[in-house]
């Protein structure tokens, strides 16, 4: 009789807050300047592991600001494969910061030739970005040991994985209104039902959406929402006109309005990732 597996849950998967990761990179930076640069990357492009570690510099364009993820790190064959062509191969927009970050560590550490075979035997002339002191690929598990689970457990995120920073992409940017479109392909899953883990991290937005298919509602003082939004829109861009939007407004909003809030948040089906202050344990 066969031994049925545990199933890996959506409580299985984190990610972090802006908060915990500056706190992450605040400790990171007194142990290893390489995990401080590894947690920036790795948050700001939401790159998997294998990618991070077989990132060659002549993939980051810090004047264009983008990552070309042409071939990632394989760990089972022990070789940096590419992506087949047409399929997965992806840009990934940085940020100013992140190019700026990245040019000063490369200042101040002299990219070393690539070690790490490449599948067809063919020989590397570029330098990986994140590697070894020898120029190899960074190992996961000696990363884990050497630096990154004490780093984690010291800034109070004991139990975070080095997988939680592309959670954690994905996540930022849904909370802030990038599309799922844009999420699946900027993480590189080849279908969207992936992505949608991370749908019900946008509920807080669908009031909007609603607001736009019910449209406007009058309030207890005979205004429309749109009204009130349109007037309010006119304060903030012409202060001096602020008697007219008084008199549209006539007297604001009734006492006994009250105020829109977001919804609670109906629970969704499948895998969703949860926040780190949330976690039990994640299974990296």
């Not at 009789?1 to 807050?17: N, Q, R, W």
């Not at 120029?135 to 984690?152: E, F, I, Q």
């Amino acid at each position: 009789m066969g031994i049925k597996l545990e199933t890996v849950t959506a409580d299985d998967e984190y990610f972090m807050t802006r908060a915990e990761v500056a706190r992450f990179r605040g400790v990171a930076a007194e142990d290893s300047e390489l995990l401080d640069l590894l947690i920036d990357i790795g948050t700001e492009t939401g790159l998997r592991w294998g990618e991070l570690a077989g990132l060659h510099l002549q993939r980051v364009d810090t004047k264009r600001l983008v990552i070309q993820v042409q071939e990632a790190w394989d760990k089972h064959s022990n070789e940096i494969k590419p992506y087949p062509k047409g399929r997965r191969r992806r840009g990934v927009p940085i940020t100013r910061r992140l190019a700026g970050r990245i040019d000063d560590y490369v200042k101040r550490n002299p990219p070393k030739r690539c070690r790490a075979r490449h599948r067809g035997g063919r020989r590397c002339t570029g330098a990986l970005l994140l590697a070894s002191k020898a120029g190899t690929p960074l190992n996961y598990g000696n990363m884990r040991r050497r630096h990154w689970d004490s780093v984690a457990e010291r800034a109070g995120l004991a139990g975070g994985t080095p997988h939680d920073m592309r959670h954690t992409y994905a996540s930022w940017l849904i909370q802030d209104g990038a599309g799922i479109e844009t999420v699946s392909a900027l993480l590189g899953h080849k279908s969207w039902t992936t992505t949608m883990r991370y749908a019900h991290l946008a509920d807080a937005r669908w009031a909007k959406v609603r607001d736009i298919i019910g449209g406007p509602e009058p309030t207890p003082d005979g205004l429309s929402s749109d009204a009130i939004a349109e007037a309010v829109r006119v304060l903030a861009a012409e202060p001096e006109r602020w008697a007219a939007v008084a008199a549209a407004l006539d007297g604001g909003l009734a006492p006994n309005a009250a105020p829109i809030l977001p919804p609670s948040g109906d629970a969704a089906d499948g895998a969703k990732i949860i926040d780190l202050a949330s976690r039990r344990r994640s299974t990296g």
